[in-house]
């Protein structure tokens, strides 16, 4: 019904800046939580920024340094890395689901993204 693909992983040095890209394709007018986690090995999933398109909820991770935009043309959402650390690194999903507010938490999601890689080294 959804179907989510992202772009953008990659490797880049401490202190750097990374943009990832998620289209979703699909039927998606009644999707309204959007957002962006991660997994690094031997880790549960951690939500990193979710929202609804009112309110967004950020993981204190990494608030004040990632962001998210919507380009509503183009049904595609943004997370914007900056002050990238080497704890960063990790296997980065976006997710949509139908609950009308954001939670970190991944069991509300039914959408994933396949993952892509960002290696963040020292």
């Known amino acids: 019904q959804v179907q989510l693909v992202e772009s953008g992983g990659g490797s880049v040095q401490a202190g750097g800046s990374l943009k990832l890209s998620c289209a979703a394709h699909?039927?998606?007018?009644?999707?309204?939580?959007k957002g962006w986690f991660r997994q690094a090995p031997g880790k549960d999933r951690e939500g990193l920024i979710v929202?609804?398109?009112?309110?967004?909820v950020y993981a204190d991770s990494v608030k004040g340094r990632f962001t998210i935009s919507q380009d509503n043309a183009k049904n595609t959402q943004y997370l914007e890395m900056s002050s990238l650390k080497p704890e960063d690194t990790a296997m980065y999903y976006c997710?949509?689901?139908?609950?009308?507010?954001?939670?970190?938490?991944?069991?509300?999601?039914?959408?994933w993204g396949q993952g892509t890689q960002v290696d963040v080294s020292s």
């Open positions: 929202t609804d398109g009112s309110t967004t």
């Open positions: 997710a949509a689901g139908y609950r009308t507010e954001p939670t970190l938490l991944a069991g509300d999601f039914r959408y």
């Open positions: 699909g039927y998606t007018y009644n999707i309204y939580s």
